[in-house]
Structures are given as C-alpha cells and as structure tokens.
C-alpha cells in the first residue's frame, strides 16, 4: 500500500510516497519514503528510500500515512509499530521529517527524517496495553496551516471488538499535539 502528498515549493512541485520497507539486515518492517520532483508531466525520484521509521530488529512498523506543513517545511508521519512490548500490543507513533526548513538539515529532494536508528519514535501517541485488551491500528495526521498543530485520528479497539473474548467498545479517537510540544 502506497501513501502520497504533494509540496510545493516556488515554481517547483514535490511529490512524496511512503511504504512498506523491508530490511533484511536486521529482519525489520519498516516505513520507508521516496522524494519526487514533478517535472513536466512525469516524476524524477531519488534512488534511495528515506527510512520514516526502524521498530529495530525482528520489529514491524505499518499503517503509514503522511501530512505535509508547508508553511514549515515539515512532513508528519503517523503509522503503527506492532513491535510487542512488555506492556503493549502495538502503538501509534509520529515522525517528523525536514523537507526545507532546514532544522534537520532537509531538503524537499533530500528530507531528513528523525527516526532513522532503533530508538523510539518522534512522538508516541497512543498506546494499547494489554490490560485493556485492545487493537489499535493506523492513525490519520492532518496540519492545521495556521499553527502546525497535529491532529491525529484513529479507531481504539477497531479489531478485537469481533469476537466475545474482549467485548471493550470500539472508540473513535482524535489525539492533538500542539507545535508548540513538538
């Protein structure tokens, strides 16, 4: 599954696209991106993907999807580590990727992601902990272009609610991060 958002910058257009990456050298899932420049009426992409996310080794990360502020030159990256913890089943993360404002040293060609090593995410959003026997499971970001705040929405329990074993109610979930947290 492909994710995708456009970037306009000057008189140039950007075109971005996220997905699945797997890693054999360390059997890891990971979120992975390619950098676009629309030229004429076809795409000129990097080579080489831009690791979004690495949940470590044996780990899965999955379920991206993407935002782009443009007033900061910032893509927002949401997806779903479903790295088994000792107190979790999966969780809901944020990446922040430069593609021109220059803090990571990005480029609209060259972004610079924040999570590129086995450490944890940007931001964690949310959490399903064994104890509420719950599923959650992609995480929808928008920007608002006035302040950079983050909104995140998501289903708490979406796929454990089939079946009498965990009869927790499905929630419609909506997380905010301020820009000024971030």
């Known amino acids: 599954m492909f994710r995708f958002g456009f970037h306009f910058v000057s008189a140039a257009t950007y075109f971005y696209i996220s997905s699945l990456f797997f890693d054999l050298s360390n059997d890891a899932l990971k979120v992975a991106m390619d950098a676009c420049e629309v030229v004429g009426s076809s ?7 831009v ?14 999807f993407m935002s782009i502020d443009a007033k900061r030159g910032l893509l927002y990256v949401t997806y779903t580590n479903f790295t088994f913890t000792a ?4 969780q809901i993360e944020l990446s922040v990727c430069d ?18 090593t086995p450490t944890p995410a940007y931001l964690t959003l949310a959490a399903a902990p064994f104890s509420q026997c719950a599923e959650i499971e992609g995480a929808y970001p928008a920007v608002d272009p006035a302040t950079g705040d983050i909104y995140a929405a998501y289903e708490f329990n979406w796929g454990t609610n089939l079946g ?19």
């Open 99 to 116: 593609i021109g404002n220059g803090a990571l040293g990005g480029t609209p060609l060259q972004p610079v992601c924040n999570s590129t």
């Open 43 to 49: 795409l000129s992409c990097n080579q080489t993907p």
């Open 164 to 182: 009498t074993f965990c009869p927790v109610q499905v929630q419609q979930v909506l997380d905010y991060v301020a820009a000024s947290g971030l």
């Open 87 to 90: 107190n979790s089943f999966n």
């Open 51 to 64: 690791v979004i996310s690495d949940p470590g080794l044996f780990g899965s990360d999955d379920k991206d």
